[in-house]
Structures are given as structure tokens and as C-alpha cells.
């Protein structure tokens, strides 16, 4: 397993567990939020690693998204996203009386994390190619 795809499984993993800890459980939200930033944040490592580009010890995707675009343009349209996750990463982890997360918006975020994903997947997925050299999808 390369680099890149062993943060996009851990990436994936976050995403799995937001969508679980919504199930009937109104008491672990902000847990279920913050697995959302997670799983944004190593998606966009998981970009990083791929493209041969240094880690930074962070958990601000506003940073690591602005090194994503260094690489590729096309990540600025996850801006938005990006920003709305971030917050997570921190508010949902402490005690805060400023922070409470409702099932509405933890089914937004874990749409957010799921957009950002999908998307360095496909920057990440290369066609194989035969002897012919005409490039073949992966199926």
C-alpha cells in the first residue's frame, strides 16, 4: 500500500465513523464532527504525500488546502468547505460552553468531508494503460 492510500483509508475510516456515531445518538455529535475534520484533513495529507510534498503538523485545513492549491489550482473551489470543517478540530474536543453541534449540522459537515474525499480521490486516481498505450479506467 503507497502512502497516499494508506491516509485516504484512514480518511475514509473518519468518514465511516461520523456516519455512525450519528445513528441515534444525539449525545456524540460533536464527536461525529469532529471525525468529519479528520477525515478532510487526510484527505488533503493524503493529496500531499501523493503529490511528494512535506506533511506539515497541522490540523488547519485552511493551511493544508492552501498547499494542495500550490499543486493544483482546481482544490481552491474547496474553500468553502475547508473553512467550515475547521473549527471542528478543536471545539468539538474540549469542553466549550460557545460549541454545540445539532444532527442538521453534522449531516452537512459529513456531506462537506464527503465532497472533499471524492474529490483528491480522483486527483489521485491514474488510468493503467495497455501495450496499445490507450489509457484504460480502473474497474
Same mark, same amino acid.
Given at each position: 500500500? =503507497?502512502?497516499?492510500?494508506?491516509? +485516504?483509508?484512514?480518511? +475514509?475510516?473518519? +468518514?465511516?465513523?461520523?456516519?455512525?456515531?450519528?445513528? #441515534?445518538?444525539?449525545?456524540? @455529535?460533536? $464527536?461525529?464532527?469532529?471525525? $468529519?475534520? &479528520?477525515?478532510?484533513?487526510? !484527505?488533503?495529507? !493524503?493529496?500531499?504525500?501523493?503529490? #511528494?510534498?512535506?506533511?506539515?503538523?497541522?490540523?488547519? @485545513? &485552511?493551511? @493544508?488546502?492552501? *498547499?494542495?492549491?500550490?499543486?493544483?489550482?482546481?482544490?481552491?473551489?474547496?474553500?468553502?468547505?475547508?473553512?467550515? *470543517? *475547521?473549527?471542528?478540530?478543536?471545539?468539538?474536543?474540549?469542553?466549550?460552553?460557545? %460549541?454545540?453541534?445539532?444532527?442538521?449540522?453534522?449531516?452537512?459537515?459529513?456531506?462537506?468531508? $464527503? =465532497?472533499? +474525499?471524492? %474529490?483528491?480521490?480522483?486527483?489521485?486516481? =491514474?488510468? =493503467? %494503460?495497455? %501495450?496499445?498505450?490507450?489509457?484504460?479506467?480502473?474497474?
Amino acid at each position: 500500500m =503507497t502512502g497516499h492510500d494508506a491516509w +485516504l483509508i484512514k480518511a +475514509l475510516s473518519d +468518514l465511516k465513523s461520523a456516519k455512525k456515531l450519528t445513528q #441515534n445518538d444525539n449525545e456524540t @455529535l460533536d $464527536t461525529a464532527s469532529y471525525h $468529519t475534520q &479528520q477525515c478532510a484533513e487526510k !484527505a488533503l495529507k !493524503a493529496f500531499l504525500v501523493f503529490k #511528494n510534498q512535506h506533511i506539515p503538523y497541522t490540523h488547519d @485545513l &485552511q493551511r @493544508l488546502l492552501e *498547499l494542495c492549491t500550490k499543486q493544483d489550482k482546481t482544490f481552491e473551489i474547496l474553500l468553502s468547505d475547508a473553512l467550515d *470543517l *475547521l473549527p471542528y478540530a478543536t471545539y468539538s474536543r474540549y469542553p466549550d460552553d460557545r %460549541f454545540f453541534i445539532d444532527e442538521e449540522e453534522v449531516i452537512e459537515s459529513i456531506k462537506k468531508a $464527503t =465532497t472533499i +474525499l471524492n %474529490f483528491v480521490k480522483k486527483k489521485i486516481e =491514474t488510468p =493503467t %494503460f495497455e %501495450f496499445t498505450g490507450e489509457p484504460q479506467s480502473k474497474s
